[in-house]
Nanobody
């Protein structure tokens, strides 16, 4: 079992920045791949970013590329998502997730086995 806890969300104005954290604990918490997803009211959960277990591979959704940056500190069992130049359309609950094996897609939420409780990001115009 792996436990994930997100933090760092908040209410900000358009153009502002936030840094989200995803702290992992439990079995094999270190070096696990992490995906960030978000879900806005009335919409399906969508992929945001992914980082491999040792941080050598990262992927981003087109809608956040160039504005969001994913990184990790394995010594702290924590993955970060830096959100810059926030837009009202970035408003959503942000979730981090991981999987039992590194294989499979990084893009589809169904391929992840463990999820955090989410952190709310609200961007006002």
């Amino acid at each position: 079992q792996v436990q994930l806890v997100e933090s760092g969300g908040g209410l900000v104005q358009a153009g502002a920045s936030l840094r989200l954290s995803c702290a992992a604990s439990g079995r094999t918490a270190m070096s696990i791949p992490i995906g960030w997803f978000r879900q806005a009211p009335g919409k399906e959960r969508e992929f945001v970013a992914y980082i491999s277990g040792i941080g050598t591979r990262t992927y981003y959704a087109d809608s956040v590329k160039g504005r969001f940056t994913i990184s990790r500190d394995n010594a702290k069992n924590t993955v970060y998502l830096q959100l810059n130049s926030l837009k009202p359309e970035d408003t959503a609950i942000y979730y981090c997730a991981t999987k039992n094996s590194p294989g499979g897609s990084y893009y589809f939420s169904k391929d992840y086995d463990y999820w955090g409780q989410g952190t709310q990001v609200t961007v006002s115009s």
